[in-house]
């Protein structure tokens, strides 16, 4: 097995690792540092040696060994069994079995458990994007626009906090379950935008943390069917993810929506996300995941990119914006209303939008404008901002597209 197979392997297996130990030592912080350091054995011996043949089981015994090893070390071993042993009752004390399945994806009570109410809500998201959603710490950093080693204090604190909780690991009860929830649907909502869209590295897709991100969802939507935001979720993961794989091009290059071939766009996925979000709006109170999803159902319904009901979608963002003040959510509905009303009036809110510094140094914000003053004949400026865009850039794919687009309007011009 190659060294990036071994990689996506590790990547899926760490929540359900980390779960498994966690459940049966009850020391979430020590859990992951075990966890991580039998991810690490694992990533150098593999490759050479070959994958075991149950590599979970495999996994769960290196960082069990390594715990245990770890709590020798700071003589508390003895003192931390007999607190889990007051905490759980006697048939809990244990992981099962590595090669059984147990009745509940441990990545959900992870999930959940990261999601704690004695964290903040951005120490959540973080701890819960690094166990489970397999970001390491410094992509996690670029999704909070803060130094690694700050994030990396955010997050040994937050570990600490569960720590000294004394919480036991396992589903909340429904109370505490809704008390969390928004953070759970904020954290499964970026585990899949940076697996759609990477941040940074060779790729534009990461599709094994789309994937996850996807799984996660399913699960939360079992466990709450009756949630509106959570179907609202679900259908806007499946209908953006629809259209992933015409989005990379066959050199790994970045396809716009408009150049993209749609009969590439997984019809399964769109029926499903459109099914999922026409029975749950009708219900009552709508909210940001449920809007989101009409929208990327107004793109994926449209027969081609000439055809798309700019003036619906809009309308749809100016009720996004009054449900959330985000700043990316002010640039998508710049651009609509350029698409709908002309390149000028959605310039004329991009330069409003410049002054925000929460998205001021955000590569998304000059591409816009680019690709809006390439539509007014500006080729001279556009060229300017697709080349600021593309310096601001951290992915490559994304950052060779804006050079292209740049170099384009310079032989044009």
């Known amino acids: 097995m190659t060294v990036e197979a071994v990689e996506d392997l590790l990547r899926r297996l760490t929540p359900q690792v980390l779960g498994a130990v966690v459940r049966r030592y009850g020391h979430f912080d020590t859990a992951e540092d075990a966890t991580q350091e039998a991810l690490l054995a694992a990533a150098t011996r593999w490759p050479v040696d070959g994958v075991p043949d149950d590599p979970r089981a495999w996994l769960i015994t290196v960082a069990a060994r390594r715990l245990t090893d770890l709590l020798r070390s700071e003589q508390a071993r003895r003192r931390r069994e007999d607190d889990v042993a007051r905490r759980l009752p006697p048939e809990r004390w244990l992981a099962p079995p590595a090669d059984r399945r147990a009745p509940d994806d441990d990545s959900l009570v992870l999930l959940f458990l990261c999601c704690h109410p004695e964290l903040p809500p951005a120490a959540q998201i973080a701890l819960t994007l690094r166990a489970v959603g397999g970001l390491c710490t410094a992509e996690v950093a670029r999704a909070f626009l803060v130094p690694e080693g700050t994030m990396t204090r955010r997050i040994t604190r937050a570990k600490q906090r569960i720590r000294d909780s004394g919480v036991p690991f396992g589903l909340p009860t429904a109370p505490e379950r809704q008390a969390r929830l928004d953070a759970v649907r904020h954290v ?155 390149a000028p009036a959605g310039l004329d809110l991009l330069a409003a939008l410049a002054a925000d510094p929460r998205i001021a140094g955000d590569p998304r914000l000059p591409a816009a404008r680019a690709h809006l003053l390439e539509r007014t004949g500006d080729l001279g400026a556009a ?21 292209a687009c740049a170099a384009r309007l310079a032989g044009a011009g």
Do not use: K
């Not at 953006?240 to 009969?263: H, I, K, N």
């Not at 766009?265 to 029926?271: G, L, R, T």
């Not at 060229?383 to 050079?403: G, I, V, W």
């Open 188 to 342: 499964l909502y970026l585990i899949f935008n940076e697996g759609y869209a990477s941040t940074s590295g060779p790729l534009l897709r990461r599709v094994d943390l789309s994937t996850e991100a996807i799984r996660l969802t399913r699960m939360l939507h079992r466990l709450l069917p009756d949630d509106a935001e959570v179907t609202g979720l679900l259908a806007l993961m499946l209908l953006t993810d629809a259209r992933g794989a015409a989005r990379v091009g066959p050199g790994g290059e970045l396809v716009p929506m408009a150049e993209q071939d749609r009969s590439r766009w997984c019809a399964d996925q769109i029926a499903e996300g459109i099914a999922l979000v026409s029975a749950v709006l009708p219900r009552g109170e709508v909210g940001p995941y449920q809007v989101q999803a009409a929208i990327a159902a107004v793109h994926d319904e449209a027969p081609s990119a000439e055809e798309t009901d700019w003036p619906q979608i809009e309308a749809l963002y100016a009720v996004l914006m009054g449900l959330s003040d985000n700043p990316v959510v002010a640039l998508n509905h710049a651009v609509a209303v350029a698409m709908a009303r002309g």
């Open 383 to 403: 060229r300017s901002a697709y080349e600021e865009a593309a310096r601001r850039s951290m992915n490559l794919p994304q950052q060779r597209y804006l050079y």
